[in-house]
Structure formats: C-alpha cells, structure tokens
C-alpha cells in the first residue's frame, strides 16, 4: 500500500498499527527509491518537467557584461 502512494495513517490504521511511527519503523525499508519518485513529482506538478539528469545551471541567464566606467 505505502508503494503504491497510500497515506501512511491510513496505512498505520489497516493494519493496526498503534502509530504512524510504527508502521515507518518496519515498512521503510520498502520504500528505497521513494525521495526520488517524491522530487519527480514535485517537478512534475511545478510545470518545470526537472528530473535528477537536468543541469539547474542551464536555464540562468546571464546578463552581458558593461563597462563600469565609460570610455574616454
């Protein structure tokens, strides 16, 4: 159930858990590539379509450099 995006309260409580905690402490273990698939998500949903590949440097743009002091 945790795989497959379940809520952990309503995992905890199926199973009779006493907490939420207890469930995490047994069940994580499963989850192993669960921060990646939340950050894939979470660029999903922010319309950036980023994933773990992208450079964040690629979408800066810099600014042409100016003279700070003008010519004679």
Do not use: C, F, W
């Amino acid at each position: 159930m945790l795989a497959a995006g379940v809520n952990i309260k309503l995992v905890s409580e199926r199973l009779g858990h006493s907490s939420s905690a207890v469930t995490m402490d047994t069940y994580t273990h499963l989850l192993d590539n669960a921060q990646a698939e939340v950050a894939e998500r979470l660029a999903d949903l922010l319309g950036n379509g980023a994933s773990k590949s992208d450079d964040p440097l690629e979408s800066i743009e810099v600014p042409e450099q100016t003279a700070l002091m003008p010519s004679v």
